[in-house]
C-alpha cells in the first residue's frame, strides 16, 4: 500500500489552485483589434470601440462590435443580438447588462457587466 506525503498532496493541491486560478482570469482578458481597448474586472468590463473602423472586441467571453452611429444612438452588436442605445441606456443580453456609457465623434465606450436578466 502506497502511503501520500502530506507535501506530496499539498503540493499537487496548490498546482490545482494555480491553474483553476489561470483558467478563471484568463476569459476576463479582453481581446479585441485595432481600435479597441478594454478594462475589465472580475465582473463587468468597459469597453472603447474607436468610430469610423471595423472595430470588435471578445470580452467575458461575449463579441462587443460597434455597427453603426446615428445621431445620439449606437447601434451594437453582442452575443449576436442587434442592440440601438443612447448614452446611459441599458439592456441585457444572455445575462449580461449592457450600458452605453459614452458616445463622442471618436468612440463609443461600453460596459457590460454579469447579472442582468435574460432576453434584449
Known amino acids: 500500500m502506497r502511503s501520500w506525503s502530506l507535501p506530496g498532496r ?3 493541491r496548490t498546482v490545482g489552485v ?9 476569459p476576463l482578458a479582453g ?3 485595432e481600435g479597441t481597448s478594454t478594462d ?3 465582473s463587468q468590463c468597459t469597453v ?3 468610430r469610423g473602423v471595423d472595430t470588435s472586441a471578445r470580452i467575458l467571453g461575449l463579441e462587443v462590435r460597434l455597427v ?11 452575443a449576436g443580438q442587434q442592440l440601438r442605445l443612447q448614452v446611459d441606456q441599458q439592456a441585457q443580453v444572455a445575462g449580461f447588462q449592457v450600458t ?5 465623434d ?9 447579472g442582468g436578466g435574460e432576453g434584449g
Open 10 to 12: 499539498v503540493r499537487h
Open 18 to 26: 494555480v491553474i483553476a486560478a489561470l483558467l478563471v482570469t484568463v
Open 31 to 33: 481581446c479585441g483589434g
Open 40 to 42: 475589465c474586472s472580475l
Open 48 to 50: 472603447t470601440l474607436d
Open 68 to 78: 453603426d452611429v446615428s445621431g445620439d444612438q449606437a447601434a451594437l452588436e453582442v
Open 100 to 104: 452605453l456609457q459614452e458616445l463622442t
Open 106 to 114: 471618436q468612440q463609443a465606450v461600453v460596459e457590460i457587466s454579469q
